[in-house]
């Protein structure tokens, strides 16, 4: 899938769709141990404490972990683009940053059901129209996983393909990457100055895991020029060993009579609310996926009544919306409000179907709830609403002075005010659908605050 581009929570709509959202990071919080998990720093630097010119192959401290030059050159420079020193590598140079737990395992990583590490640094390439260096998560081992790199043709790429995602000379990119080292996944998102882009989950080895994983590697990969990181930071975040429950999420289609349509000139918009709600444990990876007649309705605006995400893609009548930060969510209320165009002229009834389903993991794996329809009927005519003008105060009476002889007056009557009209269609009324709870549970009705009380039907999770 494409990823979408995006800064920005909200997608903002002049009757086009205009920008699409992306949820931005939450920052960890300082260290911590208790029973409900673990965290740490295992490798920070700005490289400010550092002598200017070459590194060798002797390790050097940081504020956290040690640096070296795996292969020279490696040196420790100011470089444009960046703040203040960076460390920057050129032909064969390869940096090596290693934790601060190198050559032994990462801290508390047995016994743990999630463990999360967490990868920040700041990238810039001397030019952009040709392939250049490249970060890697390294084992102690020394298998590699590419992170990203700088791509030919101003793109940054991973594993030699392009991603939908321009860098320029001098211009800073920002890597966020989390893996998930128990489950073999990496979320990874990255912002440069023509935009930001998040990858859906990959998949990562095996081999990469607490046990194993202990550096990171900048290499310039034969490139000429300096290529610099700068502002590096890893973290670990471990969860409690007790096991975690499953999600249970309620999906809330459009209550009967909620559903609105607008006519502005010829135009038709068609409004209308979907509410999911998580009563269980965290789902990771959530994304609301709406299938529609592409050739019918184009979506214009979609706004978060309460809860935060972004619009992933848009793609031959397929709609994927990614739900929470960083598509995780915990027992959190999800309202999203849509606007839709009706994209041909009304020329009697018109009935319109979208289907709309979730996919999530959680605890027990991955899961999909089976689609719902929300059946829309718009009516042949959508008649005015005629509004009372609201007079307020008694208006002072004047007396006239007339004269000669008065013309004939006309008499002037008070407009009639005309209001935008909002007409209610009618709607299947949808069965809201719980998801991931098992075939044998008989989960409780769970009320959307501001709507009619759904009864959710259970479907296993896969």
């Given amino acids: 899938m494409a990823p979408i581009l995006s800064r920005t ?25 208790s029973a409900k998990g673990f965290e740490a720093t295992v490798f920070r630097s700005g490289f400010e404490s550092l002598s200017a010119g070459a590194l060798s192959s002797t390790p050097v401290a940081v504020e956290e972990g040690f640096v070296l030059a ?10 444009s683009g960046l703040d203040g020193q960076a460390l920057t590598v050129t032909g064969a140079g390869v940096a090596e940053l290693r934790f601060s737990s190198y050559p032994g395992t990462l801290p508390q990583a047995l016994n743990s059901q999630r463990y999360e590490l967490r990868v920040k640094a700041d990238l810039v390439a001397p030019v952009a129209n040709t392939a250049g260096a490249s970060l890697y998560l390294v084992t102690v081992g020394g298998q590699r996983y590419e992170i990203v790199g700088f791509g030919a043709d ?81 973290r670990v975040q471990k969860e409690d060993d007790e096991k975690e ?29 979907i509410v999911l709600k998580n009563n269980g444990g965290r789902a990771r990876n959530v994304f609301l996926v709406l299938d529609v007649d592409d050739k019918l309705l184009e979506l214009l605006d979609l706004t978060w009544v ?19 930060e960083y598509n995780a969510i915990r027992k959190d209320r999800y309202d999203l409000k849509f606007k839709f165009k009706l994209k041909q002229k009304r020329n009697g009834e018109v009935k319109l179907d979208i289907k709309y389903r979730v996919r999530y993991h959680d605890s027990r794996g991955r899961h999909e709830s089976n ?69 044998t549970a008989t989960p409780s009705p769970t009320a959307a605050p501001d709507g009619p009380s759904p009864t959710p039907t259970a479907s296993s999770g896969s």
């Fill in 9 to 33: 929570y909200r997608m903002l709509s002049a009757m086009v769709l205009l920008a699409l959202m992306l949820g931005l990071g939450v920052a960890i919080p300082a260290s911590r141990a």
């Fill in 70 to 79: 795996a292969t020279a050159p490696v040196n420790v420079a100011n470089v």
């Fill in 154 to 234: 101003g793109k940054l790429a991973r594993g030699g393909a392009a991603l939908n995602l321009a860098y320029t000379a001098g211009g800073k990119v920002e890597v966020d990457a989390r893996f998930d080292l128990k489950n073999g996944r990496m979320e990874l998102e990255l912002t440069t100055n023509a935009g930001s882009l998040r990858l859906d989950p990959l998949s990562l080895p095996g081999s990469f895991n607490p046990d194993t994983v202990g550096r990171l590697q900048f290499a310039a990969g034969g490139a000429s020029g300096n290529y610099g990181i700068d502002r590096v930071e890893v």
């Fill in 245 to 273: 429950d499953p999600a249970r999420i309620v999906i809330t289609p459009p209550a009967t009579n909620n559903i609105t349509f607008e006519v502005v000139g010829d135009v038709t918009l068609i409004n209308f609310n």
């Fill in 306 to 324: 309460t809860g935060i995400g972004y619009v992933h893609e848009i793609r031959e009548g397929q709609i994927v919306i990614g739900i929470g």
């Fill in 371 to 439: 689609p719902l329809v929300i059946v829309i009927v718009i009516p042949a005519v959508i008649v005015p609403v005629t509004a009372t003008p609201v007079v307020t105060g008694t208006p002072a009476t004047a007396t006239p002075t007339v004269t000669g002889t008065p013309p004939t007056a006309t008499s002037t009557a008070l407009p009639t005010t005309t209001a935008t009209p909002t007409v209610t269609g009618t709607p299947a009324t949808a069965t809201p659908t719980v998801t991931g709870t098992p075939p």
